[in-house]
């Protein structure tokens, strides 16, 4: 296996690698990469490697306005240390502890697990309920563009060739708003998502006045559940409406049977999962609320 190295120091230098290959593969963590091109799974294999890791301001971690900037080279691991994320948007620093061992989440970094476009990456339904944006940028300049609409299937992504993700803004949790990441897998750690779900509500006098809820390993693509939110708004906040919000969800997925579970446990396990994460997200509401 032969194949040319690269490796610029900054994006612009990136953007003008990428506009003179044909074929080439981003080296970032290089926990899927790796793997994939040690097994010869990838078809047809990369003419190049350009190895991303030298570019500083892809690791950076930034607060602004009320939006956090995260940098696609950092870290599972920077992101759950990181006392800006866990202060200002807990469930990303939740979802990136529950990725891998410590050594893939040493190295493994949110851009990549956005771009692998795994149905069952834990990050990605996080990012969805905090309304999360892509910066992608190409010799054409940068865009700004919906996480959501990143994804076209199962390792599949929107992304053309010479265009790559820069950044990725997140909306900051507000004192009246509450989020929480949950995750069902055949253990509690080292394992891929059975199903996982995030929720993001925020609360007016005990009414949901607007709220966000994503899941993983239910649909080809990570997925928000829009019918279910527009249901939640104007609702109370209880037991009772989370719990028929939990029916609705079962009712919405669309989950395959595959090595890790079947469908109809995935979909009774929706109903509880969507509960328990709405529970805990109102728990976490600072104002405006309390749980009945």
């Not at 194949?3 to 044909?22: C, E, M, R, W």
């Not at 690791?59 to 920077?78: F, K, N």
């Not at 990549?112 to 910066?135: E, H, M, Q, R, Y």
């Not at 279910?228 to 049977?257: C, H, M, R, S, T």
């Amino acid at each position: 296996m032969e194949f040319s190295y690269y490796n610029p120091k900054s994006i612009q230098a990136l953007v003008d690698t990428l506009g003179g290959l044909h074929s080439y593969a981003l080296l970032a963590g290089g926990t899927d990469l790796l793997v994939k091109m040690k097994e010869k799974l990838l078809r047809p294999m990369p003419e190049a490697v350009v190895d991303i890791n030298g570019i500083d301001a892809l690791h950076e971690i930034t607060d602004e306005d009320d939006y956090l900037w995260i940098g696609a080279l950092v870290r599972h691991t920077a992101l759950t240390e990181s006392a800006l994320v866990n202060k200002k948007a807990l469930i990303l620093a939740e979802a990136a502890g529950q990725v891998g061992s410590p050594q893939i989440r040493n190295r493994g970094t949110v851009g990549g697990n956005i771009c692998n476009a795994s149905p069952a990456a834990d990050t990605v339904p996080a990012l969805l309920a905090l309304d999360a944006k892509v910066k992608i940028a190409s010799e054409g300049g940068f865009q700004e563009m919906p996480l959501a609409d990143v994804f076209q299937g199962p390792g599949r992504t929107c992304l053309l060739p010479g265009q790559f993700i820069s950044q990725i803004k997140v909306q900051q949790i507000k004192p009246d708003e509450g989020a929480a990441f949950l995750k069902f897998g055949k253990r509690k750690a080292l394992a891929i998502a059975i199903i996982n779900c995030a929720a993001w509500v925020k609360i007016a006098d005990g009414i949901i006045s607007d709220t966000r809820i994503a899941f993983g390993s239910v649909a080809p693509t990570p997925i928000r559940l829009y019918e279910l939110e527009k249901w939640l708004i104007g609702k109370p906040a209880n037991a009772e409406v989370f719990a028929q919000a939990g029916v609705i969800a079962a009712q919405l997925i669309k989950p395959i049977d595959d090595v890790r579970s079947k469908a109809s446990y995935r979909t009774r396990l929706a109903r509880v999962i969507v509960f328990r994460s709405l529970v805990t997200a109102l728990e976490r509401v600072q104002v405006g609320c309390s749980f009945e």
